[in-house]
Antibody
Framework: EVQLVQSGAEVKKPGESLKISCKGSGYSFANYWIGWVRQMPGKGLEWMGIIYPGDSDTRYSPSFQGQVTISADKSISTAYLQWSSLKASDTAMYYC??????????WGQGTLVTVSS | QSALTQPASVSGSPGQSITISCTGTSSDVGGYNYVSWYQQYPGKAPKLMIYEVSNRPSGVSNRFSGSKSGNTASLTISGLQAEDEADYYCSSYTSSSRYVFGTGTKVTVL
């Protein structure tokens, strides 16, 4: 069974750093793109970027380029999304999703990130 | 990359059919047959409903169908049921080898 299990909710202060994770199982993690999606409170889905764990090829949405870093460790079947300096506007639910070709067939349960002073 | 345009809300009575549009450009929706649709209930992760314009994953009801004409893709829900009340998002591959979501549509079953 394919599963994507994300790390737990985080509460951080502005300016702090953060790295959240997405662990895949039940499939060949290195051979499928993993994407990250932001959903701010009460808002729609926003595509952030995507990584191919096999060679770490990464592509960012222009809206998120330079704001976050996407990485992956294929040896432990885990993808990451990280911030070096959080802002209150980063408060959102973040989902990871496995891509099968050009669509997301499996999604993680989401990680809620709250940034507040 | 601008979000694809969807109507904010669509409603229908049980048993009726509704259609949700998703309008992009020739650089995304119009340029590729790589449009997918996702259903999302409040507080839950999105679920794939349609991929590559008109293909249904195993387990998705055949009441859901997809199509595309030019720069606009559409999701049709026939025989509307109370359980279809949710948010729906389209997504498309783009010419910059990235993806973009639609603005989202809230479906209400009257």
């Amino acid at each position: 069974e394919v599963q994507l299990v994300q790390s737990g909710a985080e509460v951080k202060k502005p300016g702090e750093s953060l790295k959240i994770s997405c662990k895949g199982s039940g499939y060949s993690f290195a051979n499928y793109w993993i994407g990250w999606v932001r959903q701010m409170p009460g808002k729609g889905l926003e595509w952030m970027g995507i990584i191919y764990p096999g060679d770490s090829d990464t592509r960012y949405s222009p809206s998120f380029q330079g704001q976050v870093t996407i990485s992956a460790d294929k040896s432990i079947s885990t993808a990451y999304l990280q911030w070096s300096s959080l802002k209150a506007s980063d408060t959102a639910m973040y989902y990871c999703a496995k891509y099968s070709g050009t669509y997301s067939d499996y999604w993680g349960q989401g990680t809620l990130v709250t940034v507040s002073s | 990359q601008s979000a694809l345009t969807q109507p904010a809300s669509v409603s229908g009575s049980p048993g009726q059919s509704i259609t949700i549009s998703c309008t992009g450009t020739s650089s995304d929706v119009g340029g590729y047959n790589y449009v997918s649709w996702y259903q999302q209930y409040p507080g839950k992760a999105p679920k794939l409903m349609i991929y590559e314009v008109s293909n249904r994953p195993s387990g998705v009801s055949n009441r859901f169908s997809g199509s595309k004409s030019g720069n606009t893709a559409s999701l049709t829900i026939s025989g509307l049921q109370a359980e279809d009340e949710a948010d729906y998002y389209c997504s498309s591959y783009t010419s910059s080898s990235r993806y973009v979501f639609g603005t989202g549509t809230k479906v209400t079953v009257l």
